[in-house]
Structure formats: C-alpha cells, structure tokens
C-alpha cells in the first residue's frame, strides 16, 4: 500500500476572482478501492489557461474534477503521471499516463472504459464533464508522445489542441467570409500556435496579432503573424474576423469600433475576466470539447487522431526554437509562478513545468 500523505494546492473558489494558491496536506493515503487507480505526478504545466481553468470553473464543472470541501478548488493542470498503486487488472504499475491532473503531489483514479490507448475516468463527479477531460493517454500507445518531448508537450498540447481546432474552424468558414484574422492575446501559447498553423496552413489570409506593448518585438521576432500591433494601437480594419484570448470586454469594445468586425469568436480569458458576457449575434463563444466532437465527424475518429498528432509533433519540435521550458519544483515555487500568472506577468518565449 502507498502510505505517504499528499500535497496539494488549493485556492479559494468563493470570489469573484482565484485567490493565491495555499498547500493542504492529506493525511496518509487509504486503501485502494477495487479497480481503482493512484498516481505519483511526475509534472505538471502552468500558464494562462490554468488561469482560465478557475475563472470558469464553476460555469464549466472544472472545479467537479478533483473535488474539495467548500470554499476549496484544485485547480486542474495538464502532465504525466506514474502509477505507483493498482487494484485494476488492465493497469499496471509502473505505466505512465498523460492527463488532466489537480496540483498535487498524487491523484486517484476510478477507471470505467480502458482500451489500449486510453484509461477513461468514472468517477461519479466527473461523470457529467466532456471526455476529453476525463481521457487519460496511455504514454506507450500515444501517437503524439516521443522520449524526451515530455515538458514541452506537458506545456503544448493542452493548447495547442484549442489552437488545431480554431484553425480548423477558421478554414472551415472561410474566416467568416474574412480575409483577415485579428487574434486577441498573442503572446499567448494557444494564440502563438494558431498563428504558426493560420500562416502554414491557410495562405492568402492575412493574421494579425495583438498583444501589449512589452510584449510586441518577441511576438513580432517569432515570425507567426503578418503583422503584430498593440492595445495602445488598434488596427483599422472593417469586417475582420476577431479571435479573443482576452476575455477583455474593454478592449474588445474599443476593437470592435475601431475594426468592426464580420465575426467575434470568444475562447479564452488571459485578462482575467469570471464570466464571459452574453454573445451577441454576431459572435460565439468557443467551447474545445464540442470542437473535437465536430471535428472527429468530419474527418472520423482515425483521421482526427492523426491530424492532431501530426500537427502537435510538427510544432514542438518546431519549440525548441523559440521556447524555452523553466522546470519548478516545490510547492512554494508553483505557488511564486501562480502568482505571477494571476497578474500576467509571462514571457511568450518561456514556459513553466512544475512537479513537488
């Protein structure tokens, strides 16, 4: 039996807004159910979309994951994990996973469905979520996974699957009947990998980033839009198509008059917002889970496992570049980063990896 206690790092979900991260010591693990699974959790990334992850975590059923007394949440983070204990027959010790994990130094899984690729989680709060964030990746069978890549997937993929799905959708729109594309929040990991597929995969259209000011010259060196202008310096352009990271109705107000735009997609909340606003007919909020469904009926489930896969390969290896990865350990150190996301405060050219 694995008897060590758990470290984990809650905040308080009870505001408007996440609150710091606080450590939370379990007492020493108890007997496994049957079937059941517990995982050592080997790193974890952390960025903007942790911070989304929490702004909605009540609207979205995150906070149903890894579930804490009130007014506690964990906060969900994508990485591998070890399996250090089994009472499934299908899973053995020693077997890696990657997954949607809390930030903690352990989980436990419920597996219902297992195949050779996947371990579907079962657990009765997770029930009601989308798949995709109950699906847990079998490293040995993963069409993305390759030794060595570890950190830069843990800090890729959960992105840049949103940035795979928004390209398709783009393409398959037409950008709206747009010839230009404005994204929101490019100093973003998402939104820098949406420029790298709009300028290999869709040429004639013309991208435009918009980021800070402090953040301009690194996103305009990485080459992935045609042209990177600021909040400071809205661009004029009617009937563009708009690509929010933000969630900032401030700015898209003063977008929307300055380019009127042909369409407003919503996907993220880099600038803090807790509650996206209501659409307005002509925008939509974007939700990555009923993309993948769309997506797998239009090329079937084979071929959108190997887009995917071909796509997420060809951009972390195109990484190695541009990103650099900073590995963090301790709850301390994850707690120093979360505070520096919470107030903005990264760099597009690096990434944080954290384990305990």
Request: glycine letters at 8%; a negative charge; hydrophobic letters at 45%.
């Amino acid at each position: 039996m694995h008897s060590a206690e758990a470290v984990n790092l809650v905040v308080d979900r009870s505001g408007p807004l996440p609150g710091d991260l606080v450590m939370v010591r379990d007492a020493p693990a108890a007997v496994l159910q049957d079937r059941a699974v517990r995982l050592a959790i080997d790193c974890f990334s952390l960025s903007a979309n942790n911070l989304t992850y929490a702004l909605l975590g009540d609207r979205l059923g995150y906070w149903s994951l890894f579930p804490r007394p009130d007014p506690w949440g964990m906060v969900p983070a994508w990485g591998f994990s070890t399996v250090v204990e089994s009472r499934h027959a299908a899973v053995e010790v020693g077997e890696r996973l990657y997954g949607l994990w809390p930030m903690a130094s352990s989980a436990v899984l419920e597996p219902g469905r297992v195949n050779t690729r996947l371990i579907v989680e079962n657990a009765p709060s997770r029930r009601p979520l989308p798949p995709a964030y109950n699906s847990y990746f079998r490293v040995d069978a993963d069409p993305i996974h390759a030794p060595g890549t570890e950190e830069r997937q843990a800090v890729i993929r959960p992105l840049f699957i949103t940035s795979f799905l928004l390209d398709r959708l783009i393409g398959r729109t037409g950008a709206w009947g747009s010839d230009t594309v404005i994204v929101t929040s490019a100093s973003s990991k998402t939104a820098l990998g949406l420029g790298w597929l709009l300028r290999r995969n869709r040429p004639g259209l013309r991208v435009i980033g918009l980021t800070s000011e402090r953040h301009r010259a690194a996103v305009a060196d990485l080459g992935f839009f045609d042209d990177v202008a600021t909040y400071g310096a809205l661009p004029a352009i009617t009937g563009a198509a708009i690509i929010d990271f933000s969630g900032n109705d401030a700015v898209l107000a003063s977008l929307r008059e300055r380019s009127p735009p042909v369409h407003l997609c919503r996907v993220g909340l880099t600038h803090g917002r807790d509650e996206p606003a209501v659409p307005r007919p002509d925008e939509h909020f974007f939700f990555a889970p009923d993309a993948i469904i769309a997506v797998a009926a239009e090329l079937g489930p084979a071929g959108f496992d190997a887009a995917l896969a071909s796509a997420t390969r060809d951009f972390i290896d195109a990484s190695r570049e541009w990103l650099a990865i900073d590995a963090v350990r301790g709850a301390e150190a994850i707690r120093d980063v979360w505070a520096r996301i919470r107030f903005g405060n990264g760099d597009p050219t690096r990434a944080v990896v954290a384990s305990f």
